[in-house]
């Protein structure tokens, strides 16, 4: 039986369909037909039902200068939630109407340091630029995506969509376009080994990777701080979860603020700390306020984009023994992983609490990026071609 809010069973390949082309950095995009190309080995045909827009997608499409080269002319995209359409010869377990999760994290199968964020970032090594400029150049911002294999993770529809009195947890497309922003904090989160009982600072916590960190920092079983500018959105966290989350504002003032994170750490200070700023919030106060209430043996998870360099304290790794470690992406396994604490049941896609899905069509581009950059708050934002 079909659970009742599943999205349209039918991944009908057509013989050609609509794709949002960029032709260069800062070019408007155009949409094209195009034909629907057929999953070889290895490959697998996606009809895409939602993909990711990111904060900086807009600037990585628009800006040549912004750190993100692109193999243009291309298909842009990101994450997404799609129907199995065809699969490749080779394919073994994943079947044809069947809802898969696409990481957009592709790696060469012949050696693991040639990498592409599909749709978002090539790398400028020879061999990264082989596997972006080739087979794998053309990404999820259209109806149909010809995708690796291994990228494409099933996800147990009946368990995510029936409703809980069949035993599912009552899901929607919407629901499931969170896990969008989940999947990259968890693997900075799962490198540390973020365990239940611990705690954790999550920085910043205001955005949309940020306040995802936050939800799944709750869901491994940890006491949440979480720190960010924004009041009202640290408001909004803060009745997540009474118990064991609390919201503190970066004043700009170190010693106040490392007061008040030791008001809720206590005298030993707190387990981990978890950060992805963006490039802007390189100077930000916060990078010493929460090494200052660290514990000794603490681990530091960083993710994002602080390009000016960050002024940690030298002697205070060291004394403490602090261990940082610095994540791009995540692995298969930890995909896997992330997927399954959805399904448990373990985390929950709250559309409440987690906010918004603002959806697109493929020909609304513009407006889609310029809402991705702009509201920046919990939420998502998507393609829906
Ligand atoms: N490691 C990886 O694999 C990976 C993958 C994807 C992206 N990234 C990087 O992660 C970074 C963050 O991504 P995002 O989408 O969350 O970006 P974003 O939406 O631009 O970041 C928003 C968050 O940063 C805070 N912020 C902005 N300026 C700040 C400042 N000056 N001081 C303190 N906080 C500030 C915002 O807080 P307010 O509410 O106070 O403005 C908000 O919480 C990006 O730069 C991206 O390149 C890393």
């Not at 499409?61 to 750190?67: A, C, D, K, L, M």
């Not at 497309?173 to 922003?181: A, V």
């Not at 984009?305 to 304290?313: A, E, T």
Request: proline residues 7%; negative net charge.
């Amino acid at each position: 039986m079909a659970a009742p809010n599943s999205p349209s069973s039918t991944a009908a390949v057509s013989d050609h369909h609509n794709a949002l082309v960029l032709d260069e950095v800062g070019k408007p995009m155009r949409l094209e037909l195009r034909p629907t190309p057929k999953p070889g080995p290895g490959s697998v045909l996606i009809r895409i039902l939602a993909s990711s827009i990111r904060a900086n997608s807009r600037r990585v499409y628009q800006e040549p200068t912004s750190g993100h080269p692109l193999p243009t002319p291309f298909v842009p995209g990101f994450a997404a939630i799609g129907r199995v359409a065809e699969t490749g010869p080779d394919a073994t377990s994943l079947q044809g109407g069947q809802l898969v999760f696409f990481d957009p994290y592709i790696i060469a199968r012949d050696s693991s340091d040639a990498k592409y964020i599909s749709g978002l970032m090539e790398c400028v090594d020879e061999e990264s630029r082989r596997l972006s400029r080739g087979e794998w150049r053309d990404s999820t911002f259209a109806e149909f995506a010809n995708l690796p294999l291994e990228n494409c993770f099933p996800l147990d529809e009946a368990r995510l969509m029936r409703t809980p009195q069949d035993g599912g947890l009552g899901y929607t497309l919407d629901n499931l376009t969170h896990l969008f922003s989940m999947l990259i904090p968890f693997g900075g989160l799962a490198d540390i080994n973020l365990k239940a009982g611990e705690t954790a600072i999550i920085a910043p916590a205001t955005g949309r990777y940020g306040s995802a960190a936050v939800h799944l920092a709750l869901a491994l079983g940890a006491r949440v701080i979480a720190i960010g500018r924004n009041r009202t959105i640290l408001e909004q966290l803060a009745t997540i979860h009474p118990q064991r989350l609390s919201a503190i504002p970066i004043t700009g003032d170190v010693d106040a603020d490392t007061q008040a994170l030791r008001t809720v750490t206590g005298p030993s200070g707190a387990d981990v700390f978890w950060d992805m700023s963006p490039p802007g919030a390189g100077t930000s106060t916060h990078f010493t306020s929460s090494l200052n209430a660290l514990k000794n043996g603490a681990r530091i998870s960083l993710m994002g984009s602080v390009l000016s360099g960050v002024g940690f304290d030298y002697m205070q790794i060291l004394i403490k023994g602090l261990t940082i470690k610095g994540t791009w992406m995540c692995t298969k396994e930890q995909t896997s992983r992330l997927i399954k604490m959805v399904e448990t049941g373990l985390l929950q896609l709250d559309a409440q609490s987690m906010g918004p899905v603002r959806k697109f069509r493929l020909e609304d581009w513009a407006v889609a990026f310029d809402t991705g950059a702009e509201r920046t708050e919990p939420g998502e934002v998507v393609i829906t071609p």
